[in-house]
């Protein structure tokens, strides 16, 4: 394992990232600390300020102090377009470097681009999609389809620049936003193949102000999740977000849940972007992302294959992660997923569920264990909490929510609604009684690796009458596995209404 630290100058926040690099291609986050140093704040003639390069590199000197407490072996640090676009990006480089001993790299505009395109691919199940990132001093669009990108666009402001730009305190503050958001819809105009986006296409919103607009978004709809990645904002509460905000001076800005104090003056002016774009685009909803140019970066360095080609299977590496940190038995979660498939399949007559919910089951038969990393009594439970909490990626928050219901029903088969009542947002009687027989063949399943010796090979089912046959092809001694299952038939009739006979 090796701990590297990723320091990201952004130009309104500089942030520490420390990750721990497992081996085999996996990377989980350590520590974490950001400043609003404002670099794309600049003199008239594009130089950087000389405060703010202070401020950096004060910043900077409390990042390595961090990075030796962290035991960091290695720090790699870029820029984006405060420090790409300054005139004076030489002197501030080697002052850095000479003061700090870190050597920044300047990541040019398509460079930046293709980093925040990694970190989307690599962490979102979204087949053909629209990015858009608005960082400090530029906003990026890129535009994909089945892993490949069609078109890029990068536009020399972001929300910290637009808001130095129209900033006018003879104007009321919606007017200024008023303003923004005319300014960007015309930019707009300039990128033509926007018109021509297929029905299909998903926008995904990437970056500190997304973010924050999704966190407030949670808080004001009681959403169950405290989860950002791959949250579904509505066009609605877009516009409602945005129409109170323009009116607030800065000291109620910075008093909203949800909302960072160091982006509450900039906040405004993000959101006039953000409207300016599904208006002219048509997008009724948007889905965030919580990885962006870190993200992309990281998978890159874990993974260097990402760098030619995205992960194909974002669920599965995600959750290979958790098995590698949590020192999981891979072997049997690997087997108890192969036998969720194949009751699943031949159960298929009795349930009628769409393949899609095999899903659940896999994220299920991976994380079954985790909670006894805490405690090995009521483990389910804990093991819940974590999928809940875990931020997978490659997954729904609908089937996130499932796979812990699915998880925690695990020994009774039954569901406590006061712990889940407050998913009602997520869930409905339908997905309680799916849940139900999920978790009975989740059950089934792992008895049927009671031995993690991968005994069973293959499952039958016929279902004949008032009865399901269920015939098993054996490699070894499965005396023990037959047993474990047979505790579940009572389980299966309750769920099912068919009697289960083994052989």
């Not at 690599?122 to 990015?131: A, Q, R, T, V, Y």
């Not at 637009?162 to 303003?179: I, R, S």
Request: hydrophobic letters at 40%; aromatic letters at 10%.
């Amino acid at each position: 394992m090796e701990r590297i630290a990723l320091i990201d100058m952004g130009s309104n926040t500089m942030r520490l990232v420390v990750y721990d690099v497992i081996e085999g291609g996996y990377y989980v986050l350590v520590d974490e600390m950001r400043e609003s140093v404002r670099l794309g704040e600049t003199e008239k003639d594009g130089s950087l300020k000389q405060t703010r390069v202070l401020q950096a590199i004060s910043v900077l000197k409390t990042y390595k102090k961090v990075c030796l407490v962290n035991k960091v072996e290695k720090i790699l640090a870029v820029a984006t377009a405060a420090v790409r676009q300054a005139r004076n990006q030489k002197a501030f480089l080697a002052e850095v470097y000479n003061v700090t001993g870190i050597k920044l790299r300047v990541l040019s505009e398509t460079e930046e681009a293709t980093y925040v395109y990694q970190g989307v691919i690599n962490s979102m199940d979204i087949p053909k999609g629209l990015i858009m990132e608005i960082g400090g001093g530029s906003t990026k669009f890129v535009y994909y389809n089945r892993r490949n990108i069609l078109q890029v666009a990068i536009l020399p402001f972001g929300a910290l620049t637009l808001t130095e730009k129209f900033a006018d305190p003879t104007l009321p503050p919606e007017k200024v936003t008023e303003n923004i958001e005319k300014f960007f819809y015309e930019q707009l105009e300039s990128l033509p193949w926007l018109k021509e986006l297929d029905p299909d296409t998903q926008l995904i919103g990437v970056g500190g102000s997304f973010r924050n607009l999704s966190r407030i978004v949670i808080k004001i709809n009681n959403y169950p999740l405290n989860m950002v990645h791959n949250y579904k904002v509505q066009r609605s509460d877009l516009i409602r977000i945005y129409d109170k905000m323009r009116v607030l001076n800065l000291d109620k800005k910075m008093k909203i849940k949800g909302l960072s104090s160091l982006r509450a003056d900039v906040f405004p002016g993000a959101l006039a972007a953000m409207k300016a774009l599904v208006d002219h685009c048509g997008f009724e909803t948007f889905i965030t992302s919580s990885c962006g140019l870190r993200e992309g970066f990281m998978f890159n360095y874990a993974v260097p294959l990402t760098i030619e080609k995205p992960i194909n299977d974002v669920l599965g590496h995600s959750l290979m992660t958790y098995v590698k940190l949590l020192q999981q038995d891979r072997a049997h979660c690997e087997q108890v997923f192969y036998l969720c498939i194949q009751l699943f399949n031949q159960l298929r007559v009795l349930h009628k569920f769409p393949r899609a919910y095999i899903k659940i089951l896999r994220c299920t038969a991976f994380m079954m264990d985790a909670g006894k990393r805490f405690i090995y009594y009521q483990n389910q439970k804990h093991s819940a909490y974590m999928i809940l909490n875990s931020n997978l990626f490659g997954i729904t928050h609908h089937d996130l929510v499932m796979a812990a219901l699915v998880t925690d029903m695990y020994p009774t088969g039954e569901v406590n609604k006061n712990d889940w009542e407050k998913f009602g947002d997520l869930l409905c009687d339908e997905d309680i009684e799916i849940a139900k027989k999920l978790s009975v063949i989740f059950k089934l399943a792992k008895s049927f690796d009671k031995s993690r010796s991968g005994a069973i090979t293959e499952i039958n089912c016929d279902v004949l009458g008032d009865s399901v046959i269920m015939k098993t092809e054996i490699n070894g001694d499965a005396s023990l596995e037959l047993k474990e299952a047979a505790n579940v038939a009572g389980d299966f009739k309750r769920v099912f209404k068919k009697n289960l006979e083994l052989i």
